[in-house]
């Protein structure tokens, strides 16, 4: 009898004592563990598809939706930018230690799902994880092939049980806002609402040759030629992602990815500089005599070969031809219906798609009376709106503002609220700036 006494108080005390402990938590032990606890929380579930875009090529693609509720909840298409993209829009190398790269993908699919939303991202043709491409699929692909794949992958969306059909929007990035258009016009029943970040108004012919020709000679001459020679050094090239990114193969880069040692890309500017011009000291360019030359002929040969079987991560010959004859988005954007709500946000210091193209987009919409649009745009960030020089984009996760922004405006426009004014509703940040329509 004593000694079950004994067993109850010795209980007693000791589910009294987890209790001061439990209460006093924050005191005894770090908050960050408490953090990691509630991070393992399960708030998404996930399912692994295949999605089977036509002769014989195949994609793998994941659809993400909330953990609780049976559904079916509004759906979204991630339709990825420019390069060799992964599902997850991964930004760089993955290595066996280190730091990640950024995703930006999952992590619009992640932040959307967990508050309501069924994401669907995939693979773009031809191209896996760490950027492992099929050569002839990818070197063969167009604008339209990919316009086709994302139509394929709409389909697959609309007909999972966990997805609301008739609440379907696209979310395009860069070359997504090219896409998005196009695919809500040719699918205006289908398609309630896009939205484009990253915006492209104009012809990629254009775009490239301000990427090309009009950013890296300001840049050269304004930035890194600082004492007004007229030269920069070769070092200072290797070491300069606006410069080196311009200079430098997609195949010499990804060695250098694999490698990270900087030699790799100094021993091929040295070779591509060395001796094209006897009048500059060596280990150095001369910006009117060699850089503007090599500037020039890089933008008018980029389309010009004709490769079938190409590893470029950044984009191959058919596909920037097949851009070269496509429509701009400016003169097809009205053509979107007007029961389709669009959404425009980028960057200010976006140097891939300029936000004068964001403002080319708003103005010809309200132009043509378009009922509802609306664009956001941020100061200091770039074109993965993270922020950013305006001469180069800095790899980051989107900003946690621009999220927010982004569901705000996607909930009040997929029957999350019926409040009248919360389809114009952004975050209220200092930093961000809209005009409506």
């Given at each position: ?110 932040y959307l799902s967990e ?179 090599i500037l020039a002929n ?90 950013s020089s305006k001469w ?46």
């Open positions: 009898m004593v000694k079950r006494r004994s067993i109850s108080l010795f209980l007693g005390l000791f589910l009294i004592t987890i209790l001061a402990l439990s209460c006093l938590s924050t005191s005894f032990f770090d908050p960050k563990d408490k953090a990691l606890a509630q991070s393992c929380i399960p708030t998404i579930k996930s399912r692994n598809l295949i999605i089977d875009l036509g002769n014989g090529i195949k994609t793998n693609a994941q659809l993400t939706y909330p953990a609780i509720g049976k559904g079916p909840f509004p759906g979204i298409l991630l339709i990825h930018g420019s390069g060799a993209n992964d599902k997850n829009g991964t930004l760089g190398f993955v290595h066996k230690t280190g730091p990640k790269p950024p995703t930006p993908l999952w992590q619009i699919a992640q508050r309501g939303f069924a994401v669907l991202r995939y693979d773009k043709r031809g191209v896996g994880t760490n950027f492992t491409i099929n050569q002839n699929v990818w070197g063969n692909t167009t604008v339209n092939d990919l316009k086709n794949d994302a139509e394929k992958a709409l389909n697959v969306l609309t007909t999972q049980p966990e997805v609301d059909p008739k609440k379907i929007s696209l979310i395009g990035h860069s070359e997504g806002t090219v896409i998005a258009p196009r695919i809500a016009i040719d699918n205006p029943t289908k398609v309630k609402n896009i939205i484009l970040m990253g915006t492209a108004a104009l012809n990629l012919r254009d775009l490239l040759h301000y990427q090309m020709i009009s950013l890296p000679e300001t840049y050269a001459g304004q930035v890194l030629d600082k004492n007004h020679t007229g030269s920069i050094s070769i070092q200072q090239i290797a070491k300069d992602p606006v410069l080196s990114n311009m200079f430098v193969p997609s195949s010499v880069l990804l060695t250098f990815l694999h490698t990270n040692d900087i030699k790799v890309i100094t021993n091929y500017l040295m070779n591509k500089f060395g001796s094209s011009n006897k009048s500059t000291k060596p280990g150095y360019v001369n910006i009117d005599k060699q850089l503007k030359p890089l933008y008018e040969n980029i389309s010009a070969l004709n490769q079938s079987k190409c590893n470029n991560i950044e984009g191959c010959p058919v596909w920037i031809r097949s851009h070269y004859s496509l429509t701009p988005n400016l003169n097809i954007i009205g053509n979107v219906s007007n029961s389709t709500s669009i959404l425009l946000l980028n960057g200010e210091n976006d140097k891939d798609t300029p936000v004068q193209q964001a403002f080319l987009l708003q103005q010809r919409l309200t132009e043509l009376n378009h009922p509802d649009h609306i664009l956001i745009t941020y100061p200091n960030l770039g074109h993965d709106f993270y922020p180069f984009t800095e790899a980051g996760p989107i900003q946690q503002y621009v999220l927010a922004d982004l569901y705000s405006w996607l909930a009040a426009h997929s029957g999350f609220t019926n409040h009248p004014t919360a389809a114009a509703h952004v975050t209220p940040i200092p930093s961000s700036n809209s005009t409506a329509k």
